[in-house]
């Protein structure tokens, strides 16, 4: 851009040294002051991320949480803003008081970005957000994963899957499972595809609702559910800790580190896989430039080694996508969500 208004200058500049005819020179020099004004101007309204913020869509302490702590720490440890960034957090609905409050209220902000998982993509795909759809905010990136898994308390007589869903056969109903979302929310569908892959029909069990992953984590250790599943890094320090066993891991390979001695679903027989992506959006009325702005930087920001530490440090794990292919991405995930939903039972 400065090349070009440079460039601009100088052949007006030429022409008005070559130029004998006032009148002219007059006409020439009216020009170069609208180009520097035109040029100012466009740099005084250039977007400038001075107050960013990151909603959370739900409690503090859950996977959403994660990823604005995430994106906030890294963008600060790696100099890509100056100002740190605020954090809020609007519960409700699993993300839909947010997702609404995003496109009826703040549908312009263009220091705004939004938490939002493939919990979000189900709950558009079950209608959970209301009338709006996919299509209603701008998706801005997936920066991060975590796996789904099958967690118990230490003193629990089940020691693998297989023990629990033969227990789950045979009495359904003494059983209670619990995480976080109603029926229909990821953690049900974890649950639901699991028992229905051991040949149980998912209406059978008893499932209990909680608004995030730290009441229903709670509400595991205190006896008040049996059965939690919940996502890795979620759990991961109740793990470390020695307050809870994890059965299996919701993943086509087992994970590192912590982890690492867990068995896949898969190894124990049961073809159940669930990856939750973290990501952004913003409203759907942000400018393109300012839209274009936040995917550049979450870009140069995922090379970092300042990001890559907070991702580890937070139990996540790799997992990008950017700008219009995060998009589509999403767009196919609502669409293959609700085939799931449908062949479930979830939805018609």
């Not at 020099?29 to 990151?54: G, H, K, M, P």
């Not at 801005?140 to 898994?149: E, H, I, K, Q």
């Not at 229903?216 to 890094?233: H, R, S």
């Amino acid at each position: 851009m400065e090349l070009k208004v440079f460039s601009v200058f100088k052949v007006l500049f030429v022409l008005f040294e070559t130029s004998w005819d006032p009148m002219k020179k007059l006409l020439l020099l009216l020009a170069t002051l609208v180009s520097t004004s035109q040029f100012y101007s466009t740099i005084a309204v250039a977007f400038q991320a001075d107050q960013t913020e990151c909603l959370v869509a739900a409690k503090a302490g859950g996977g959403m949480d994660l990823s604005c702590q995430l994106v906030a720490k890294a963008l600060l440890a790696s100099n890509l803003i100056d100002t740190p960034m605020t954090i809020r957090y609007k519960t409700g609905g699993i993300g839909a008081v947010a997702y609404n409050h995003v496109i009826g209220i703040r549908n312009n902000d263009p220091q705004l970005i939004v938490a939002t998982s493939s919990g979000s993509a189900l709950n558009i795909a079950t209608q959970k957000f209301g009338n709006y759809s996919v299509n209603d905010v701008r998706w801005l990136g997936a920066l991060a994963a975590d796996y789904g898994v099958i967690a118990v308390r230490h003193d629990s007589v089940w020691n693998s899957l297989n023990d629990l869903i033969v227990k789950l056969r045979n009495a359904p109903f003494a059983i209670s499972l619990g995480g976080s979302g109603s029926i229909g929310s990821q953690d049900w569908m974890k649950a639901a595809l699991l028992v229905q892959e051991g040949g149980i029909d998912p209406s059978r069990i008893r499932y209990v609702g909680f608004e995030g992953p730290k009441d229903a984590t709670e509400a595991l250790l205190n006896g008040y559910i049996d059965i939690f599943p919940g996502d890795a890094a979620e759990l991961k320090v109740a793990f470390a800790e020695g307050k809870i066993k994890i059965l299996a891991v919701l993943a086509d390979h087992r994970l590192p580190d912590i982890y690492a001695n867990i068995p896949t679903a898969r190894e124990q027989g049961y073809l159940v896989d669930w990856t939750i992506w973290r990501g952004f959006y913003m409203g759907p009325q942000v400018s393109d430039e300012s839209y274009q702005w936040w995917v550049n930087t979450l870009k140069r920001l995922t090379r970092t080694v300042e990001f890559q530490e907070q991702r580890d440090a937070l139990g996540l794990y790799p997992f990008t996508i950017l700008g219009s292919d995060f998009s589509h991405f999403v767009e196919e995930t609502v669409a293959k969500q609700k085939e799931l939903a449908v062949g479930i039972g979830l939805i018609q």
